[in-house]
């Protein structure tokens, strides 16, 4: 990878879709592009899907490339997801980026009707049948979870009619080590989350293990990281982020599996991650906001003076970081577009 710390920017969220509002989206992808933003994430959650809004932000862009942040392997069958990317390389000029994820068993079970057991197995099998439609390949697979032709019907091994592209970039959003392995061995890039540059190795480390166990290096990923920026005094910025963290360690899963909170703890934040969840799971939510450390907020995010940015920028960066994924902070779009502008500056 190249030494330039890269950008990147997410839409969507849980929430996505309520206002509508998507014009405004547009014009705010349409000026991050033209600060120099280099990658831009559309979320899937249980909102908006993650292709559509990420189709209409391409056909407004020039530059930017467009990545599901993330596509959930649960929510369509692997020759769906292929056909999906592969439609959207074209559309876009091969800006597209396939970001993939496993979700996790509340949206998996709930939302989708799907089990989550083998999350690790699915995504490997996933990845197996849709690298073989990028490669223009029969689509034949005999795996546990995916079986291609289904056995005992009509059905026969199919190529893709639309002509194969193996060079679209596959990412992984995995928390887990033995998911962060997989990801060291497979992919081109990690998308990141539960991250603090001085706990980094707890995911780097099961990352470079899977690289090498591989024959790679774990230089030859992107691994895309960050968190919330915003300039002021740091504590108080971090106040209000305190709820957004408080649910990602209790709600971001289920009481038994939150991948999140396993990560943070394995970064050092054991008691704390531990006990923020046991809060928020018997229902005194407040009182898990209120048990979120400060410290916690402002390690996981870019806040404060613009030394003290630049700073939080240098860590992530030598922490192993190569995009620094930026989530400003402003009342409106422009203020946003503020701050996301003042922290370029101090990249460059």
Not at 12 to 36: C, I, N, T, W, Y
Not at 108 to 113: A, C, F, I, N
Not at 175 to 198: H, I, M, Q, R, Y
Not at 317 to 333: K, M, V
């Amino acid at each position: 990878m190249s030494n330039r710390l890269r950008t990147s920017i997410a839409i969507g969220a849980a929430d996505s879709g309520r206002k509508r509002g998507f014009e405004d989206v547009v014009r705010f992808v349409q000026e991050a592009e033209r600060l120099g933003v280099d990658d831009v994430w559309s979320a899937e959650a249980w909102g908006q899907d993650a292709i559509a809004p990420l189709a209409w932000v391409g056909a407004r862009t020039e530059r930017i490339r467009l990545g599901t942040g993330i596509m959930q392997i649960s929510a369509r069958v692997p020759a769906m997801t292929a056909m999906t990317a592969l439609t959207m390389a074209s559309l876009s000029g091969d800006r597209f980026v396939l970001g993939l994820g496993a979700s996790g068993p509340q949206v998996v079970e709930g939302l989708h009707g799907r089990p989550f057991a083998a999350p690790l197995e699915r995504m490997r099998e996933t990845i197996d049948i849709v690298r073989l439609a990028f490669a223009g390949e029969k689509l034949e697979y005999h795996g546990r979870h995916h079986e291609l032709p289904l056995p005992g019907g009509e059905g026969k091994a199919l190529r893709l009619s639309q002509p194969g592209n193996p060079n679209i970039p596959i990412y992984l959003a995995t928390l887990a080590p033995k998911a962060l392995e997989l990801t060291g061995a497979v992919a081109d890039g990690w998308l990141g989350t539960s991250f603090t540059p001085e706990g980094a190795e707890a995911h780097l480390a099961a990352l470079r293990r899977g690289a090498e166990a591989a024959g790679r290096s774990l230089s030859e990923l992107d691994l895309q990281a960050g968190g919330v920026v915003g300039f002021g005094d740091p504590e108080a910025l971090a106040q209000p982020l305190k709820r957004q963290l408080a649910f990602t360690l209790g709600a971001m899963g289920s009481a038994r599996t939150n991948f999140y909170n396993d990560a943070f703890k394995r970064g050092g934040w054991q008691e704390d991650a531990a006990a923020v969840q046991a809060l928020w799971v018997a229902g005194k939510r407040d009182d898990a906001v209120a048990r979120v450390p400060t410290e916690m907020v402002l390690a996981a995010n870019l806040l404060g003076d613009d030394r003290a940015v630049k700073e939080r920028i240098a860590a992530f960066g030598a922490a192993g970081i190569t995009t620094l994924r930026l989530s400003p902070l402003g009342s409106d779009d422009r203020e946003r577009l503020d701050t996301l502008a003042r922290t370029l500056d101090l990249m460059t």
